[in-house]
Structure formats: C-alpha cells, structure tokens
C-alpha cells in the first residue's frame, strides 16, 4: 500500500480538490487518469516517461515519431491503456523547452493538464511532480509549483450559474523517492493555501458590484474569516463614515460621498512577531463609474474588477495567518463605490487629505489614487516601517504594459528589487517605471498643494508620484496592477474572471522582509 499524506482544511468552502502524495510507481496508480510529461523535442523519452513508454509497449515513443507529441508548453494527449496499467488513461503534457524549465513552466503545464483531465470526465487524478526529477527543480519547489497551477486551474465562479461539469475530487502526487515525500507535502501544504487564497481573492473579485458594496464587502470577509477559523489571529476593525470624517480623510470622503453605499475602511491585524509594522493597502473600489467624469459605457461592467487590490491584499492576508507566517502586519481595504449624484464630488473642488495636504481634483476618474492617499497617511500614523499598495490605477499602466505586467514605483529601491524578484518566482510579471522629478510638474496646482490628474502623458508615473507626496517616513513601494485584474480569455491555469492577480507576490514579499 502506498503511504499517503492528505491536506485539504477548506475544502469545504473553496470547492477544490483533495490532494495527496503517494509513495508508488505512476505505473501502479489506481484512478482515472494519471498525468505524466515530456519535454519539447524530446525524441526518446527519460524519467517516469520513459518507464510509462515500456508499460504502454511504447506507444509515446510512437506519437513522438508520427508527430502527433511534440511537447510544446501546454499541449496535452490522453491515450487509453487497456489494462496494461492500473490507470485507465495517461495523459501526456508538454512542459515546453527543457532549458526554460522554471517553476512558472511547472504551473501552466500542471493547470493544461488538469483542464484537459477534467475534460476527460476524470475524478481521481495521479500526477508525476513536473520538474523534481531530471528537470532539476527542488522537489519543494516542484510540488508547491503543480498545486497551486492545478488547484487555480480547478476554480470556477458558481454562485449564479450552475455548472454541469463534474469536479475532480482527488489529486494524487505519486513518487517513488521516500526521501521527497516531506519535501513534496511541504510543498503542496504551501501551494494549497496560496491557491486557496488567491481563489478567495477571485471570488472577491468576481461579484458584481450589487453584491459587493462596501458594506457587503466587510460583512463577505467577517463570514469569510470566521469559516476559515481566523477570527482569533486576525484582529478585525472597520472605520466608517463618521470615524473617517473624524479623522479628516477628506480625499477618501471625497469619493464615497458620490453614493448611497456608505464606505468601509477596513482594518486587519495579524501580529506574532515583535518586527517593524509592515502596511498592505489594496485599492477597493467596489464599482467605478467614473464619478461625474463618467466612464463610457462600454466595459463599464468590468469596473466591478476596480478593487481587485482589496482582494490581493485580503487573499495575502489570509494565506500569511493560515500559513503561520511571523509578521508583524496591518492590512487597510478602504471599500468605496465610485458614483455620480448631486452630492458627487465635482472636477475643480479641492479637498484636503489626513495629513492636512490640499488636492484639486481634476477627474473624479482619478479616485483610487484619493483612496489610497488617506489609507497611506493612516499607516503612517501607525508608524508603519513598511508601505505596500498594490491597485488598478491608471489606464496608462494598460498602454504602457498591458495586460502582462504591473507597474512599479517606489521610494526605496532595496525593496522594490526584492518585489521584482518575488515577481520573478511567483510568475506574477512586474516592471518598475522611474519617478523622475520632471514628471512632477504635471501635477502642480494653482490653488492646492498638488492635482490628483497630470493628464494622459506618464499618467501611471504621475499617479506614483501623486501618491508619494503622502509618504512621509516608511519605506514604500506603489503596483499599478491595471489591466490584470481581470482576463477576458482562459489561458493555463487562469480562467476567464477574476485572476486574484499579487496574492502569491506579496505573499512572497512580506514572508521575506
């Protein structure tokens, strides 16, 4: 009998597979399917493959020769094994060129494998740990790697409209080394709760804007961190429209006072460390309309994704308390919606943010950055060491970088090289972008202390720069993550929706400061 290893505390709420790691041969494994690779250009296959050649009397060996698997990043072929082994399909997956290999090739590689299983109608599914072998990628890596590319492949958004595809209900990770077995269950421990948060952050993301006002937003995540049994390392507080006009926070108000739905400045402390404060600030704009600068109509219903940086610092958040991580940590989601009525604020007003600083408003398009600028004076009252925002902020970030990578900006460039380097490993690609003085003239004011719109020119740079004026003493850096927030078309292991796009990051990032 195999040895197995299960983890899998909250399957009860995500809806997402079970996954254990079983000591056996692929050729052994009992189930519907069982997942192995092959690199591209491989003529003669090695490793597990090659064993599951000789098992199968080398029909992959003949689907090489006939062109028919090449191997390339992705491509997946399922032949069926009557009986010669226990499974009753293998499925075949390219892991794309072998000297790319890298753990974000393990990721799409294991997310294409497990769509096209649960394609095939399979339930229980065995995998070979894409990479640990003769790919040369630490076992931990590897199996952390194909968690979470299977689990964020395995998510779907099903509160309003049923599916009738049938989940896959075991993920086996089987390898016949003892001696990985720690290191692969320590792995995939890592990688569930990372996958796991980053589909709450989709979930978030993924409710329209009727559903997920400010209100309802605290009310989802109270529920939300109650069922995953944190409300006793997670400290909750929430500030609202009167706590925030005592409090002077004239920028936020500014764009609350649009709307019915009153706002939400949500605070969340998780604390087991005696270390220097670190602040995560998540843009939450629940619904965008521009406000009296009103958007145009189409792809409006898109801007429900507008607080998707609320929802990567509170899937962040989530994994950092689950995973048990020593942090000395204060997570601030100021939840607004974006309307227009005849108490919005106008294009010309000046208003004056937390720390007494005076902003003519230009756009009330250009709400988030007025959002962040009071949440950032908050953590600098808290005397916060360390300032993270992340948001959807700039429709420049889009023209400049699309929808591949964020933007980065910040004041100190120790920690902006240790979050492009995070970046680096999560797969969550980032560029950082300069705040040249030059730039700032284009948010000087008359009549105020600084514009919150420079215009369409580096209008991601000087959104950066308008934020930086609210930097006092921390050291801070600023991701634009416009245009990642939502994708319009599946790719590997992220489907059409909400991507929860920085919650491995930053996960990364505050685990290493």
Not at 147 to 159: I, Q, V
Request: some cysteine.
């Amino acid at each position: 009998m195999p040895s197995t290893l299960d983890f899998c505390p909250f399957k009860h709420i995500l809806r997402l597979m079970k996954i254990n790691i079983t000591n056996q041969e692929s050729t052994d494994f009992l189930g519907d399917i069982i997942i192995i690779n092959l690199f591209e250009g491989v003529r003669t296959p090695g490793g597990a493959t090659s064993t599951m050649d000789k098992a199968l009397s080398g029909i992959i060996s003949k689907l090489i020769r006939k062109g028919e698997l090449s191997g390339k990043l992705g491509e997946t072929v399922i032949v069926h094994t009557f009986g010669r082994i226990k499974a009753d399909k293998v499925l075949i997956v390219g892991l794309g060129k072998a000297n790319d290999l890298n753990v974000e090739q393990i990721r799409k590689a294991a997310g294409a494998a497990i769509k096209r299983a649960r394609k095939a109608g399979a339930r229980k599914v065995g995998t070979i740990a894409h990479g640990a072998g003769i790919g040369g990628i630490e076992p931990k890596q590897a199996a952390q790697a194909l968690t979470e590319g299977s689990l964020l492949a395995s998510y779907e958004f099903k509160k309003y409209k049923k599916s009738d595809k049938k989940p896959i209900t075991h993920l086996s990770i089987v390898e016949t080394d003892r001696r990985k077995i720690p290191k692969f269950k320590k792995g995939a421990e890592t990688g569930t709760i990372l996958a796991q948060k980053q589909n709450i952050a989709r979930d978030f993301i993924n409710e329209p804007g009727n559903n997920l006002t400010p209100e309802k937003l605290e009310l989802k995540l109270k529920k939300t961190i109650k069922t995953l049994g944190l409300t006793k390392t997670i400290q909750y507080q929430v500030l609202k429209k009167k706590d925030l006009e005592t409090l002077r926070m004239g920028a936020l108000m500014s764009v609350a006072r649009g709307s019915n739905n009153k706002p939400a400045f949500i605070v969340l402390r998780y604390k087991n460390a005696r270390k220097p404060l670190t602040c995560l600030i998540g843009k939450t704009v629940t619904f965008d309309s521009g406000g009296i600068s009103l958007k145009s109509p189409a792809g409006m219903g898109l801007m429900k994704g507008d607080m998707s940086g609320g929802a990567a610092v509170i899937g962040t958040t989530l994994a950092l308390a689950k995973a048990k991580i020593r942090v000395n940590l204060m997570t601030i989601i100021p939840a607004v919606e974006n309307m227009p009525s005849g108490t919005a604020s106008r294009p010309g007003d000046v208003v004056t943010a937390m720390n007494k600083k005076s902003i003519e408003i230009i756009s009330t398009d250009a709400e988030g950055r007025m959002t962040l600028a009071d949440a950032i004076c908050y953590a600098e009252q808290k005397k916060a060491r360390t300032i993270i925002d992340i948001a959807t902020l700039t429709g420049g970030c889009v023209v400049a970088l699309g929808n591949v990578a964020a933007a980065v900006m910040g004041n100190d460039q120790r920690l902006i090289d240790l979050l492009l380097s995070c970046a680096e490993k999560t797969g969550e690609k980032m560029w950082q972008l300069p705040l040249f003085k030059e730039y700032e003239k284009q948010i000087k004011s008359d009549i105020a202390d600084v514009k919150n719109s420079g215009g369409r020119g580096a209008s991601a740079i000087t959104a950066g720069l308008f934020l930086k004026k609210f930097v006092d003493k921390a050291q801070w850096v600023h991701i634009d993550m416009a245009g990642k927030e939502i994708s319009e078309e599946e790719s590997f292991y992220t489907p059409k929706g909400g991507t929860g796009y920085g919650v491995r990051t930053l996960f990364e990032l505050v685990q290493k400061l």
